[in-house]
C-alpha cells in the first residue's frame, strides 16, 4: 500500500503555511491524517489506514496537546450560572465527530452539531429558547450542501426561508413565506449570486 503520494500531496500544500506560523506541526499531522481518512472513506488510492500509524498520530497530538483527550465528552457551566451542562459531544484521533449538542444556560437545546473528521457533516438542527426549530440546514464535510429551511419562532415548525446550496453557495430556487404560510419572496440563485427575485405581493 502506497502512503507517500496523499501524504506528499496534502504535506506540500500545508507546508507553507507551517512555515509561515499559521500551523503547528502537529496541527499539520491532524490535516495529513483527516486527508487520508476521507480518501478512504471514497475509496480513493488507499484501502485502509495502518494501526501504528494511526497509533503514532494519536500518541503524538496527544503530547502535543493538540487533543487533550479522547471519547465522549462533557462541559458544564460554572456554579455561578447554574451548573447545568453546557456542551456534550465525542473526539476521536481526527477531532470532533459524532453528534454535538449546546445547551443554554437554562437547560434548553440550543443546537445539535454532526461531525465528522472535525467539520460539520450531516444535518445540523438550530432551537429556539422554547424549543421549537429554527433553522435545518445540511452539510457535507464542513460546506452547506442541500436543503437549508429557517422557521418562524413558536410551534408547528412554520417555514420562513427554504433555500438549497452547493458547495457552500447558494444555488436554485428560494422561498420566503409570512407567518401564516404565504409566499411573500421568490428568488433565484446561481453559483452565490442572485439572478432573479420577485416580490410577491397581497
Same mark, same amino acid.
Given at each position: 500500500?502506497? *502512503?507517500?503520494?496523499?501524504?506528499?500531496?496534502?504535506?506540500? &500544500?500545508?507546508? &507553507?503555511?507551517?512555515?509561515?506560523?499559521?500551523?503547528?506541526?502537529?496541527?499539520?499531522?491532524?490535516?495529513? *491524517?483527516?486527508?487520508?481518512?476521507?480518501?478512504?472513506?471514497r475509496k480513493e488510492a488507499i484501502d485502509h489506514l495502518p494501526k501504528d500509524l494511526h497509533n503514532k498520530m494519536r500518541r503524538?497530538?496527544?503530547?502535543?496537546?493538540?487533543?487533550?483527550?479522547?471519547?465522549?465528552?462533557?462541559?458544564?457551566?460554572?456554579?455561578?450560572?447554574?451548573?447545568?451542562?453546557?456542551h456534550h459531544g465525542n473526539i476521536n484521533v481526527m477531532g470532533k465527530c459524532g453528534l454535538h449538542k449546546r445547551y443554554r444556560k437554562d437547560g434548553?437545546? &440550543?443546537?445539535?452539531?454532526?461531525?465528522?473528521?472535525?467539520?460539520?457533516?450531516?444535518?445540523?438542527?438550530d432551537f429556539f429558547a422554547d424549543g421549537s426549530l429554527q433553522? &435545518?440546514?445540511?452539510?457535507?464535510?464542513?460546506?452547506?450542501?442541500g436543503s437549508c429551511k429557517e422557521y418562524w419562532p413558536g410551534p408547528g415548525e412554520r417555514l420562513m426561508i427554504d433555500s438549497t446550496y452547493h458547495d457552500d453557495k447558494m444555488c436554485g430556487i428560494s422561498m420566503s413565506y409570512d407567518r401564516d404560510g404565504n409566499e411573500t419572496r421568490v428568488q433565484r440563485y446561481n453559483n452565490g449570486q442572485i439572478q432573479m427575485e420577485i416580490l410577491v405581493k397581497r
Open positions: 500500500m502506497e *502512503l507517500s503520494a496523499p501524504f506528499g500531496e496534502i504535506e506540500k &500544500r500545508m507546508r &507553507r503555511e507551517v512555515d509561515e506560523d499559521s500551523f503547528t506541526a502537529a496541527s499539520l499531522l491532524k490535516m495529513c *491524517l483527516r486527508y487520508v481518512a476521507q480518501r478512504i472513506e503524538y497530538m496527544t503530547n502535543q496537546k493538540q487533543i487533550k483527550f479522547f471519547g465522549d465528552y462533557k462541559q458544564f457551566y460554572p456554579e455561578g450560572q447554574g451548573g447545568l451542562m453546557m434548553s437545546l &440550543r443546537f445539535t452539531y454532526p461531525y465528522k473528521y472535525d467539520v460539520l457533516h450531516g444535518v445540523c438542527e433553522s &435545518r440546514t445540511e452539510f457535507e464535510y464542513g460546506q452547506r450542501n
